[in-house]
T-cell receptor
């Protein structure tokens, strides 16, 4: 089966610019997650969607980060304006259901903010 | 969220078994024990999970202590491709589950 697709693979921007990441989950997966992984650390959950509704965004810096899941399928994560500390890999994951199902991760988007 | 404790790093030789420990003394009765691993430049991938009984699959085995306060991921014959960061994570079995990652154990495999 096709995996979780993410684009772009790499992105370099200057601070205060805006950036957007795209994720296409595995077909039929109801739950979608965005994680941020800073170099040397484990991934940190930013936001979790169930279909097109948000069920957890407690760790999302809402003053600069936003995310949406169109029609319960694809999702975009946006940062505006970016800061130096936003340099990280942004991972998207999906699971069939929300309850104790294994997660499938994409390869991530590596963001460098200069 | 219940916490897990893992060694920062471990080493193994190729074709030898590897036992990766995880302590989770505050685990609750409804928490499942999940293991994921992350190969270089890739997203994490699922390895195995269990609740009380030991579990086996094609990738690994999971041994869970009787009191569930610790578990061990067993790779029966390490290969160079098994070099990765291994994460032990507790996941609540009800409602909207989510994976909360710690720092994991970085496994090095030597030829």
């Amino acid at each position: 089966e096709a995996g979780v697709a993410q684009s772009p693979r790499y992105k370099i921007i200057e601070k205060r610019q805006s950036v957007a990441f795209w994720c296409n989950p595995i077909s039929g997966h109801a739950t979608l997650y965005w994680y941020q992984q800073i170099l040397g650390q484990g991934p940190k959950l930013l936001i979790q969607f169930q279909n097109n509704g948000v069920v957890d965004d407690s760790q999302l810096p809402k003053d600069r980060f936003s995310a949406e899941r169109l029609k319960g399928v694809d999702s975009t994560l946006k940062i505006q304006p970016a800061k130096l500390e936003d340099s990280a890999v942004y991972l998207c994951a999906s699971s069939l259901y929300a309850n104790n199902e294994k997660l499938f991760f994409g390869s991530g988007t590596q963001l460098s903010v200069l | 969220d219940a916490k897990t404790t893992q060694p920062n790093s471990m080493e193994s030789n190729e074709e030898e078994p590897v036992h990766l420990p995880c302590n989770h003394s505050t685990i609750s009765g409804t928490d499942y024990i999940h293991w994921y691993r992350q190969l270089p430049s890739q997203g994490p991938e699922y390895v195995i999970h269990g609740l009380t009984s030991n579990v086996n699959n094609r990738m690994a085995s999971l041994a869970i202590a009787e009191d569930r306060k610790s578990s061990t991921l067993i790779l029966h014959r390490a290969t160079l491709r098994d070099a990765a960061v291994y994460y032990c994570i507790l996941m609540f079995s009800g409602g909207y589950n989510k994976l909360i990652f710690g720092a994991g154990t970085r496994l090095a495999v030597h030829p």
